[in-house]
Every structure is written in structure tokens, then in C-alpha cells.
């Protein structure tokens, strides 16, 4: 596609539940990043992807979180037991580059968790 | 941990004065993005800085890199409301893979 594709754009659920965020990078980068964006903040890194393989994934906050990239192209971030805590924005983003060149971002998820 | 820190964290201008934002980071850095973020929207990239005492210039937007490359600034002369955002540097931290972001700041411009 001609950009980062995000889906769902919201989604509202309740303590405890299973959510999986779909990130559908730029065709042909290499690069995939997930952030986490609360309120008044920046964007937090959670984890990054070189092809099929999270290259870093030292930004998960815990166990509940975890993130596949099986072909290399689209992405999907998983949050088990969804607390309110992780209600926030979830950005993904891609690029070309191997090593932080440029970050392309989807519009974002917005997870609010009841 | 490896931190990068903006001033100031807001910043009210009335429109045609200037703006600076700043940027520091506790590790020299090989590189720095800067990103504006509109109210509601997502970061998009303004520009990349590499080398030490750089200095880069989009019309109205000049940015700068340190000489220890540990710090960057971001002007903008004569604020427009097109300016109104929050602005993000970003650098590469650790091994290098993950890009750390500042808290921003968050620009309003008075008509």
C-alpha cells in the first residue's frame, strides 16, 4: 500500500481480554517498529522487527505482550489480560533501513481498555 | 537508561515570533530525527541529522546538530499556524536498532 496501515483505528474492551493490533507496513521495508503512545507523551518503544525476526523486543513491558511478524510483511501485536494501564495509542511503523533511518507511521490504534 | 530529554515541554507563541525547541541526550548519538506530530495525528518525519555541528534548513525550519552530537535544536522563524504540533526529537539507542523519542514539545501559535 501506499502507507502504514493500522487496523483496528479503535478498539474499547474490557479487563482481561485478548487484543491483537494489525500493522500493515510500507511494501518492501524490511524495518518494523511497534510504539506505544500515552497522552502528552512521546512515543515508547515496545519492539522491532528485521524481516521475520523481533532484532530487539527489549521495550515489551511483560509477558502479556508479544508480537509476530510471520512472512515479513504485516505485523501483529498481541496483549493478553488487557489491563487499564494499557490503554494508549499503539503505533506502527516501518522503513526501508536496516538501521533507524527514517520512520514511516500508520495512524495508530487507539486501545482503551474498560 | 539512555535517555533523550526536550525543553521546553509546552511552548505558546503568538503567530510570526520564533520557536525553539531543544533536545539532549545522556549518550552521544550517531544520528537524530526530528517528527511533528499534529493534534489527533501520528509522528511524521521532518528530518535526519548525522554529522557533528550540522546544520540543516527547511524555509522556515532550522535544525542543528551538536558539535558532541549529544543535542540538536529545531528554529522556526515567523510561526505560522501551519507550525501548531508537537514536535519529537528521536535517537538511536543501545545497539543502535531502537529509536528513542523525547516527550516533545507541544506547540500552540495564537492567531
Known amino acids: 500500500g501506499a502507507g502504514v496501515s493500522q487496523t483496528p483505528s479503535n478498539k474499547v474492551t474490557e479487563k482481561g481480554k485478548y487484543v491483537e493490533l494489525r500493522c500493515d507496513p510500507i511494501?518492501?521495508?524490511?524495518?518494523l517498529y511497534w510504539y506505544r503512545q500515552s497522552l502528552g507523551q512521546g512515543p515508547e518503544f515496545l519492539i522491532y522487527?528485521?524481516?521475520?525476526?523481533?532484532?530487539?523486543d527489549s521495550g515489551l513491558p511483560n509477558d502479556r505482550f508479544f508480537a509476530v511478524r510471520p512472512e515479513g510483511s504485516v505485523s501483529t501485536l498481541k496483549i493478553q489480560r488487557t489491563e487499564r494501564g494499557d490503554s494508549a495509542v499503539y503505533l506502527c511503523?516501518?522503513?526501508?533501513?536496516?538501521?533507524?533511518?527514517?520512520?514511516?507511521f500508520g495512524e495508530g490504534s487507539r486501545l482503551t481498555v474498560l | 537508561g539512555q535517555q533523550v530529554m526536550q525543553i521546553p515541554q509546552y511552548q505558546h507563541v503568538q503567530e510570526g515570533e520564533d520557536f525553539t525547541t531543544y533536545c539532549n541526550s545522556s549518550t552521544t548519538l550517531s544520528n537524530i530525527q526530528w517528527y511533528k506530530q499534529r493534534p489527533g495525528g501520528h509522528p511524521v518525519f521532518l528530518i535526519q541529522?548525522?554529522?557533528?555541528?550540522e546544520v540543516k534548513k527547511q524555509k522556515r525550519l532550522t535544525f542543528q546538530f551538536g558539535e558532541a552530537k549529544k543535542n540538536s535544536s529545531l528554529h522556526i522563524t515567523a510561526t505560522q499556524t501551519t507550525d501548531v504540533g508537537t514536535y519529537f526529537c528521536?535517537?538511536?539507542?543501545?545497539?543502535?536498532?531502537?529509536?528513542?523519542f523525547g516527550e516533545g514539545t507541544q506547540l500552540t501559535v495564537n492567531p
Open positions: 541529522l548525522v554529522k557533528s555541528g
Open positions: 511494501s518492501g521495508h524490511t524495518a
Open positions: 528521536a535517537g538511536p539507542m543501545a545497539s543502535g536498532s531502537r529509536l528513542t
Open positions: 511503523a516501518s522503513s526501508s533501513t536496516m538501521n533507524t533511518g527514517e520512520l514511516f
Open positions: 522487527f528485521q524481516g521475520t525476526g523481533a532484532a530487539d
